[in-house]
C-alpha cells in the first residue's frame, strides 16, 4: 500500500477563498482522522471517521470547518471562507478498527501545508 | 478523558550522551504509542507498546511501558545528530474508539 495521501502537497490562497484539503487513507483501514499542528498549539485533533461516519468533531474550531468521507477511500476537509489564522499543516491518518487488525497505530499522510494570506 | 504529558518539551543534548523523554498519562491506556517528527516532515511510527513491561529498542532508542505507574520513558543511549527530532508519544483510549491521544511532544537538538 502506498500509505495515507494527502493533497495537495502545498496550497496558497487569499483570505475568504474555500479551500478543500483530500486524503486517502490506507486501503482496510476503519478510521480516518484529520489534525491540524501549528507551532503555537501543536497537534490537534479536528475531527475523526469510523467506517466513514464522523464520531467526534469536537475539536472542529469552527462552522467555517467541514469535513466528509462519502466512502470507504476518500476523505475531505473544507474551510470556507478561509482566515489567515488558519494557516497550518493539516494531517490525515488512518488506522484499524478491534478485532480488524492491529489497531490503534495510526498512520499519517505527508501533511497540506497551507498558507492563507 | 485520557491526558498526555510529555517532558521535557525541549531537550538540546551533546552527541555520545544518554538521556530519558518521559511521557505521563492520566488514566488507562494499555497501548502506548511512540512517534518521531522531522522538521518539515509527517509522523512516523517508533514503537508500539501493548502491555505492562513491555521493551522495544531500536539502534539507540529504546522505549518502555509501565501501566500501573501510568508511565513511558524513551531513553536515547549515546546520541547522534541523526536523532535530531521531535518526538511524541500518544496514549489510546479505552472504549470502543480506537482514538489517540498525544502529548506536546519534545523536541530533540543533538548538537556536535
Known amino acids: 500500500d502506498a500509505g495515507v495521501i494527502q493533497s495537495p502537497r502545498h496550497e496558497v490562497t487569499e483570505m475568504g477563498q474555500e479551500v478543500t484539503l483530500r486524503c486517502k487513507p490506507i486501503s482496510g483501514h476503519d478510521y480516518l482522522f484529520w489534525y491540524r499542528q501549528t507551532m503555537m498549539r501543536g497537534l490537534e485533533l479536528l475531527i475523526y471517521?469510523?467506517?466513514?461516519?464522523?464520531?467526534?468533531d469536537s475539536g472542529m474550531p469552527e462552522d467555517r470547518f467541514s469535513a466528509k468521507m462519502p466512502n470507504a477511500s476518500f476523505s475531505t476537509l473544507k474551510i470556507q471562507p478561509s482566515e489567515p489564522r488558519d494557516s497550518a499543516v493539516y494531517f490525515c491518518?488512518?488506522?484499524?478498527?478491534?478485532?480488524?487488525?492491529?489497531?490503534?497505530?495510526?498512520?499519517f499522510g505527508q501533511g497540506t501545508r497551507l498558507t492563507v494570506v | 478523558e485520557l491526558k498526555v504529558e510529555q517532558n521535557p518539551l525541549f531537550l538540546s543534548m551533546q552527541e555520545g550522551k544518554n538521556y530519558t523523554i518521559y511521557c505521563n498519562y492520566s488514566t488507562t491506556s494499555d497501548r502506548l504509542y511512540w512517534y518521531r517528527q522531522d522538521p518539515g516532515k509527517s509522523l512516523e511510527s517508533l514503537f508500539v507498546?501493548?502491555?505492562?513491561?513491555a521493551v522495544k529498542q531500536e539502534g539507540r532508542l529504546m522505549a518502555s511501558l509501565d501501566t500501573k505507574a501510568r508511565l513511558s520513558t524513551l531513553h536515547i543511549t549515546a546520541a547522534v545528530h541523526d536523532l535530531s527530532a521531535t518526538y511524541f508519544c500518544a496514549g489510546l483510549n479505552t472504549g470502543t474508539a480506537s482514538k489517540l491521544t498525544f502529548g506536546t511532544g519534545t523536541r530533540l537538538q543533538v548538537t556536535l
Open positions: 491518518a488512518s488506522s484499524w478498527d478491534r478485532g480488524t487488525g492491529p489497531f490503534g497505530e495510526a498512520f
Open positions: 507498546l501493548l502491555s505492562n513491561g
Open positions: 471517521f469510523n467506517n466513514n461516519v464522523p464520531i467526534d
